[in-house]
């Protein structure tokens, strides 16, 4: 049986430090892009997040995850 995990790495760009990112524990550099792994079963929820945290999506790539069992 094979099972195929969804998931996508969204680029993005334009994080910067707001009164949402000051409750990390890390600051956020404005002028690097970001990588970010993300399940399909939470794409939505993330691209919400990063339009919260004022980012801009560059790319999005499909990853797909294949695992047989025997």
Known sequence: MVYQNRSFQLE???L????VTDQN????????????TVPFSRFNQELQR???LGGKVV??????LQIEES
């Open 12 to 14: 993005v760009s334009g």
């Open 25 to 36: 524990n890390y600051p956020i550099r404005s002028s690097a892009s970001v990588l970010i």
């Open 59 to 64: 790319n999005i790539q499909p990853l797909t």
């Open 16 to 19: 910067h430090q707001n009164e």
């Open 50 to 52: 990063i339009n919260r």
